[in-house]
Every structure is written in C-alpha cells, then in structure tokens.
C-alpha cells in the first residue's frame, strides 16, 4: 500500500463496503455525494493500493456443520517461529486464521470443527504430526459474544451535523 492517506470520501466508501459489499455503487454514490462513476473509479484505486483486499461471503459455521469454534495455542520447538509450521498450520481447511504471537507460543490458530471429536482429531493427526510443533494448548469457546472482521473506520463528521 502506499503512504497516499485516506481521504473522507474513501473512508465513507470503506464504511459503506463493510457495511454490505453488495450494495451498488449508486447506493454508495448517494451517501458519499459523489457521482457512481467516481465511486467506482475510487474503489478501483482503494482495490489497487490494497486497501480493499477482498469482498467475502459471511456463512453461518453451523450451517455447514462446523459449530465448534477453538483457539490453538502452538509451541515450536525452535525459539522463535518457523515458517514452514505456519504455511503447514494454513493449508488446512478448518483452520481460519493464523498468527505469529508473542510470548510463550509461537502461533495462535482459530479453528472451525464439528465437534470435539473433529477437533481431536485435527489435534492429533495433523497439528500434532507437524514437524517442528512441540505442544498444543486448546481453548474451546462456549458462546461467541461478538465475531467480525469489521474494522473501525473513524469518518470525520459532517460540518454543521451534530455527532
């Protein structure tokens, strides 16, 4: 990304986009006051710069049968973090993120499961078959109070608008 700032107008895009990604660029021209064609000409260059790194699909995890949410902690043997043990930790399909932590852990791993079952498994034969990982430490989480990837986006208000 460049250093080229977020100007107001960017920034109500982005607000709009993670609002809903499907909605039309019309739509965001009518709440940013821009016309469609420099919204769209404005996410191309927000796409382009890598500020908008992507659109996604919200699913519901129980729908496909994954109800089971679990961070893994993950100790390696080396001191500090191999990446090979990471790249291994991202090609498996229920694993959601991955991330290189401070402290006593080398990674910290989100996974999606079907059941505690599932999870052993994925435990055993296959975080525990990578070569390199020394332990695994497993938190299982009960009710899930709030998940987004919805980032804070600060737009400056509005002159005359009270906040």
Excluded: W
């Excluded at 107008?9 to 009518?30: F, K």
């Excluded at 079952?117 to 332990?135: A, D, K, N, Y």
């Amino acid at each position: 990304m460049t250093d080229r700032t977020l100007d107001p107008i960017d920034l109500q895009i982005l607000e709009q986009l993670q609002a809903n990604a499907r909605e039309t660029q019309a739509d965001i021209a009518r709440a940013v006051g821009l016309a469609p064609s420099a919204v769209l000409e404005r996410i191309r260059k927000l796409e382009a710069r890598g500020v908008v790194r992507g659109y996604s699909t919200d699913v519901n995890p129980r729908a496909l049968g994954l109800g089971l949410l679990a961070f893994v902690a993950v100790r390696s043997e080396e001191a500090s973090a191999d990446p090979v043990i990471a790249r291994t930790l991202s090609e498996s399909p229920e694993v959601l993120e991955v991330h290189h932590v401070a402290g006593d852990d080398c990674y910290l791993i989100k996974v999606r499961a079907r059941d505690a079952e599932h999870l052993g498994q994925l435990l055993r034969t296959r975080f525990g078959r990578i070569p390199g990982v020394r332990s695994t430490r497993t938190t299982i989480v009960l009710e899930t109070v709030k998940e987004t990837s919805r980032l804070p986006v600060s737009v400056p208000a509005k002159e005359g608008v009270a906040s």
